[in-house]
């Protein structure tokens, strides 16, 4: 069967440290996306990692991908209360070309 | 000018009603998707649709019809609805026939009272 799992499924930080969310897949992919939502609203896309080595920045985020360990990271620096919110990160298996699976997302809460 | 929209934005109603929600979008996408989100955040797909055609028909109730007019555009129709149909619906579209980066539109909140 095909997983994604996430974790930690929630995290609470102070605002000014730095953590990671793990991304971890057990199928083939060299495709992986990041998405954030917002509570009530919809899912943005933030990363498309599409090869082995892929690193995205972006503000106080920064994706990437070892398909080789099968593993995704997002980090974040300095949070700040803004970046409040689930991210999901999605894989498109290697053949399948079909959906992509769905971690359970990650729902991160930044205090100040 | 949204790129995926869907209407209505919320919709609450009786058990056995029938409702529909309509997606469209302009992004000029082939591939367009029904998504279920519960109210676990878990993110299930439905259906999914390439230039018209249905190319991912999950393990959904037949009760679920959609319905694609053009590839601008997917519908979704829910008769008699149950309880358990009560989740946030989201519309979704792709450039690539099949998977790739997603854009989604707003969301409907379904409440079946």
């Known amino acids: 069967e095909l997983k994604v799992e996430q974790n930690p499924l929630f995290l609470s930080m102070q605002e000014g440290k730095n953590y990671t969310i793990y991304c971890n897949y057990s199928?083939?992919?060299?495709?992986l996306y990041w998405y954030r939502q917002d509570p009530g609203k919809s899912l943005e896309s933030l990363f498309v990692?599409?090869?082995n080595g892929a690193v995205k920045q972006e503000g106080r985020l920064m994706a990437s991908l070892d398909t080789k360990a099968r593993l995704s990271t997002l980090h974040i620096t300095a949070a700040v209360h803004d970046l409040s919110a689930t991210y999901f990160c999605?894989?498109?298996?290697?053949?399948?070309?079909?959906?992509?699976?769905w971690g359970l997302g990650t729902s991160l809460a930044v205090n100040p | 000018d949204t790129a995926v929209s869907q209407t209505p934005k919320y919709l609450v109603t009786q058990m056995g009603n029938d409702k529909s929600i309509k997606c469209e979008q302009n992004?000029?996408?082939?591939?367009m998707y029904w998504y279920k989100q519960d109210s676990k955040k878990f993110l299930k797909i439905m259906f999914s649709?390439?230039?018209?055609?249905?190319?991912i028909n999950e393990t959904v109730p037949n009760r679920f019809s959609p319905k694609s007019p053009d590839k601008a555009h997917l519908n979704l129709h829910i008769n008699s609805l149950e309880l358990g149909d009560s989740a946030v619906y989201f519309c979704?579209?792709?450039?690539?026939?099949?998977?790739?980066?997603?854009?989604f539109g707003e969301g409907s909140r379904l409440t079946v009272l």
């Open positions: 999605a894989v498109d298996p290697a053949g399948n070309n079909r959906k992509l699976i």
């Open positions: 199928t083939t992919s060299d495709r």
């Open positions: 990692l599409l090869s």
């Open positions: 992004l000029g996408h082939d591939t």
């Open positions: 649709y390439n230039n018209k055609e249905l190319i």
């Open positions: 979704a579209s792709s450039r690539r026939g099949g998977a790739g980066e997603l854009f």
